[in-house]
């Protein structure tokens, strides 16, 4: 991996149950690049986001985020790593029980001397996508599409360097166009590293510089002309 990588797969390998769901897989990102991986349901997209912040170990092969290798680190240098990573999960993440505020709170993991400065991060993350008003809910209680903004916003709340985000826009329906062009500000516009895991290839195309397609395993190089969908999907 270049020194200036945020994330490098090495020769990565992994089995889960019987079946083997990466060999020997490569990927390098560098600084302020975008590139997405698409592929079917069960590819194995979201198991890439686990193992490029060390949620999943690879049976083989090595990660490195920002330059070190996840494999070697303790579990509190892992964290550390992944603070600087902005990431939205699939199945999404946020603490139900807690307000959308204290789940911003957590994400910052701010000693309390710092939360006066810090407060404004807050209320920016929230009003960028549209969710200000939000701050006091129990995020339990909030709307499917509410709930995919907040987690957007959590996602920016640290002012990360690698966003890694799984299907970002899926729950947003007649939403969706605007929090792209919000996505397309936060990202492009100020130079972010991305890794976009998503089965929507327009967005992927429209998003990333590289698309690459998860195919039996391995991943294959997209044309930039081609948005057709999925002939399995
Ligand atoms: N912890 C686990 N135990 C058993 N199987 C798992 C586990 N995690 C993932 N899998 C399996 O690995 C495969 C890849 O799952 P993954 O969620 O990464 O797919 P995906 O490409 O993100 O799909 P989708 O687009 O539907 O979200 C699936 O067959 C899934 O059932």
Do not use: Y
Request: glycine residues 10%; aromatic residues 4%; positive net charge.
């Amino acid at each position: 991996m270049s020194d200036a990588a945020v994330l490098g797969f090495s020769a990565v390998s992994l089995v889960i149950g019987a079946r083997r769901l990466f060999d020997r897989l490569d990927l390098c990102l560098g600084r302020g690049e975008r590139a997405a991986i698409i592929g079917p349901s069960g590819t194995g997209k979201s198991v890439i986001q686990r193992l490029a912040i060390g949620m999943t170990p690879p049976l083989t092969g090595s990660v490195a985020l920002f330059g070190e290798d996840l494999g070697a680190l303790p579990a509190a240098a892992q964290r550390r790593l992944r603070g600087r990573c902005g990431m939205v999960f699939q199945g999404g993440s946020l603490i139900g029980s807690l307000s959308v505020e204290d789940n911003l709170w957590l994400a910052l993991d701010a000693a309390p001397a710092a939360r006066k400065r810090l407060r404004r991060r807050i209320d920016r993350a929230l009003f960028d996508f549209g969710i200000e008003h939000a701050a006091p809910i129990i995020a339990g209680n909030l709307s499917e599409g509410e709930r995919r903004r907040v987690e957007l916003a959590r996602a920016f709340v640290r002012d990360p360097e690698l966003l890694i985000l799984d299907e970002p826009l899926v729950g947003l329906r007649a939403d969706a166009d605007a929090i792209e062009a919000v996505l397309a500000r936060q990202i492009i516009a100020r130079g972010r590293a991305l890794l976009l895991l998503t089965q929507d290839r327009g967005l992927a195309h429209r998003l990333c510089e590289r698309v690459l397609l998860l195919e039996n395993g391995v991943l294959v190089q997209q044309d930039g002309a081609d948005v057709a969908p999925f002939a399995s999907a």
